[in-house]
């Protein structure tokens, strides 16, 4: 079991699916003057793209070239930006270029920098009506920002430090070293007081002067600091140059380039240490005392000013809106036309309805080129402004995890609010554990395998990824799975679109499901990840027994495999068909889902508590409390006692 979540991990990653070329850096760009979709000009372009990948490839990674007649003329420009090995470049290219095509049928100018589904290989593909040779583009822009901020009280020793390898990475990048296509190329890697790992990248095609590429890395960082210094990540792009930064290594890039340490404490800290030791030594006295107060306290003002200054810059960049929507001369993809969607989906035709979630009716679209997406109508609106709605739904499509359904794109047009997911084939979990035929399919490990991706996407939402998304609404019609079994989680982020008005608090009420809810939550509206792991207690127990939660009703599936646990016999609720896998592994699950269940939402465990029980034969796991609803709240003397799982010990535990 140990091994598994590993090739997991891999599996699911080799399966982030075509959409990868809507989300974050891998969205297409599409500028310049219109054309009609079937025009000689689209014509050109195909042609020219159909063999773009292999020209890239034979040409050692740098390629462009015309296709067509004035004033149809196509010009095409490729590289593999990173990394240059045949395949994933081949890969790359050919996947941008259809995406251009696919997504790019109105504007005759794009370009989209876009990794390899492996991530080994970056790629750049541009087309234009006009030669975009050795010319530098400065325009558009495409900036997107990491979801998470840095800590307000972090950011004026961070802001230094962040700059000092801004400059550093632009001068190695711009010191032209050959004529390859990593001409102007620079990976770092840097230690910051508190920012352990700082990934950077800067890029420029190959074919602009040295100067022209300063320019062009510079003006990308001005366009990302203007609106979104503070934020933990991201990038912005021109067609002639690519940045992007992280706190973890976003590709292979960094593989091989040496980190560049931690510097020395930053300026602040440097005076008070300098004023406590030299001047009195190691003995701090009340001079010192005092020094260290005042410094103290100069620092927490400072703080406080970058905390306004943060908040004001936020305030203001939610006024004006995100540069990545503009659509005066660019039309970007992350808005879909409702047009679009309309024909995607027949007009919304019930027959393309694939279920009824929180806020809304979800449909199957299927877009001219054969691509499927799930479309989410939402009933009644989100009550958000325009760009308030926009910001929110970019926040939540660059939250990315196998284990979450992405989000790709929204629509807000003619009074209709419409978020576009990517499309996951294999329907929901309560279809299969609930079906007698399907249900056989999902063995042991199966099922371990699901509850642990459900556990790895939830931990993603309330920790990893600092928006810290409390689901709302997990069940298991909530979990898809995609065509390896993997669980992915629907609809998370939904009700934070609704979340603006506390009057609406209604709406929110009914937003999860009964019987999933956490007591707390059903009965004070009180919602914290607790009551996610409340509901993750649920699920996991309703896959173990492949009996619905409603099935005992009136009781409920967790006061019912309590009382059985408090008899000593919780294997009853096992699904007969695991009959064949050794209990202990189950039962260490049965009470990992009991503890999820408390009716005391702070005993109940954190999701990473939860990963790690999964993950482990040896940890101690405490005794679960009792559950809501249950009637009896014995054992909670022992509550915090903990026993190893390992052998028989469980079953006498249980038995007292
Ligand atoms: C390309 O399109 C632009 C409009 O965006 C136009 O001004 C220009 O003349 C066109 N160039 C060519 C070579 O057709
Ligand atoms: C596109 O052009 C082809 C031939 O030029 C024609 O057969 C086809 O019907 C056209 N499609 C549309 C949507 O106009
Ligand atoms: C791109 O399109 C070509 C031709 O339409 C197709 O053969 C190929 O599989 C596509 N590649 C990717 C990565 O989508
Ligand atoms: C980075 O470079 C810019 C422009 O050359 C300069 O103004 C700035 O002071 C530099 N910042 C640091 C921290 O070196
Ligand atoms: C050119 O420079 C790049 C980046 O420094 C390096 O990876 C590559 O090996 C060099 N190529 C040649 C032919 O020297
Ligand atoms: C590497 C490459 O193919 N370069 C060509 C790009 O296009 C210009 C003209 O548009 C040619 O002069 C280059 O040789």
């Not at 009609?36 to 070239?65: H, I, Q």
């Not at 240059?84 to 095509?101: D, H, K, M």
């Not at 004070?524 to 509901?535: L, N, P, T």
């Amino acid at each position: 079991m140990g091994k598994c979540p590993v090739l997991m991990i891999l599996l699911s990653f080799s399966l982030l699916l075509v959409f990868e070329t809507l989300n974050g850096v891998d969205a297409v760009q599409c500028f310049g003057s219109p054309y009609k979709r079937n025009s000689s000009y689209a014509r050109n372009r195909r042609k020219l793209f159909s063999n773009l990948a292999e020209k890239v490839v034979d040409n050692s990674g740098f390629y462009n070239a015309s296709f067509g007649q004035f004033p149809d003329r196509v010009y095409g420009l490729a590289m593999c930006a990173r990394g240059y090995e045949q395949e994933a470049c081949f890969n790359c290219v050919q996947r941008l270029a259809n995406s251009t095509i696919d997504d790019c049928q109105s504007r005759k100018d794009s370009f989209m920098w876009g990794e390899d589904t492996d991530a080994a290989v970056s790629c750049l593909v541009r087309s234009s009506n006009h030669s975009t040779f050795r010319s530098l583009k400065l325009s558009p822009p495409f900036v997107q920002p990491s979801p998470n901020t840095i800590q307000a009280s972090t950011l004026t020793l961070f802001l230094p430090q962040w700059e000092a390898m801004v400059n550093r990475t632009i001068e190695a990048a711009t010191k032209a070293k050959n004529s390859s296509v990593l001409k102007y190329y620079r990976a770092e890697k840097a230690g910051f007081a508190d920012f352990p790992d700082v990934y950077m990248l800067m890029q420029c095609t190959p074919d602009i002067s040295s100067k022209d590429c300063n320019t062009c890395l510079r003006d990308c960082v001005i366009y990302y600091r203007k609106q979104y210094l503070g934020r933990e990540g991201g990038m912005a792009s021109f067609p002639s140059c690519l940045f992007r930064w992280d706190k973890y290594a976003f590709h292979g890039a960094f593989d091989d380039v040496k980190r560049v340490p931690a510097p020395p404490p930053g300026p602040h800290v440097n005076e008070e240490e300098s004023s406590t030791t030299n001047k009195k030594g190691r003995s701090i006295g009340y001079r010192g005392i005092i020094a260290i107060i005042a410094v103290l306290t100069f620092i927490n003002i400072l703080v406080f000013i970058g905390f306004i200054k943060v908040y004001a810059r936020r305030r203001k960049q939610k006024n004006v809106g995100s540069a990545e929507y503009s659509d005066s001369d660019g039309q970007f993809m992350l808005r879909f036309d409702l047009g679009m969607i309309e024909r995607a989906t027949d007009d919304f035709s019930s027959e393309n309805t694939l279920g009824q979630g929180g806020f809304g009716t979800v449909y199957k679209g299927t877009f001219p080129n054969g691509k499927e997406v799930a479309v989410k109508r939402l009933t009644k609106g989100s009550g958000q402004g325009d760009t308030e709605f926009k910001n929110e739904v970019s926040l939540l499509t660059r939250l990315q995890h196998r284990n979450l359904v992405k989000l790709l794109g929204f629509c807000n047009e003619g009074g209709e609010e419409i978020l576009v997911y990517e499309f996951v084939p294999n329907a929901s979990l309560d279809n299969f554990i609930f079906d007698e035929e399907k249900r056989s399919l999902l063995t042991w490990e199966v099922r371990f395998k699901i509850i642990e991706g459900i556990a790895r996407g939830l931990l993603y939402l309330h920790e990893d990824s600092q928006l810290k998304i409390v689901h709302r609404d997990l069940k298991l019609s909530n979990i898809l799975l995609d065509a390896e079994m993997n669980p992915k989680i629907a609809d998370f982020g939904t009700a934070r679109l609704f979340d603006t008005d506390e009057t609406r608090a209604e709406t929110k009420r009914i937003a999860g499901t009964r019987g999933y809810m956490a007591p707390e939550y059903l009965n004070h509206g009180e919602i914290s990840a607790k009551s996610d792991v409340y509901s993750f207690g649920v699920m996991l127990l309703e896959i173990i027994s492949g009996e619905k939660n409603k099935s005992y009703e009136g009781e409920g599936l967790a006061a019912f495999t309590w009382k059985r646990w408090v008899e000593g016999k919780p294997e009853i609720i096992i699904d007969h068909i695991l009959k064949e896998h050794p209990r202990n592994e189950i039962i260490k699950l049965i009470k990992i889902g009991l503890l999820c269940v408390q009716e005391n939402a702070a005993k109940r465990p954190t999701m990473s508590s939860v990963i790690m029980w999964l993950g482990s034969e040896k940890i101690l796991i405490p005794l679960p409390d009792a559950p809501a609803n249950s009637g009896s709240r014995s054992q909670s003397e022992s509550g915090t006692t903990t026993v190893s799982m390992s052998g028989d010990v469980f079953t006498e535990l249980a038995c007292r």
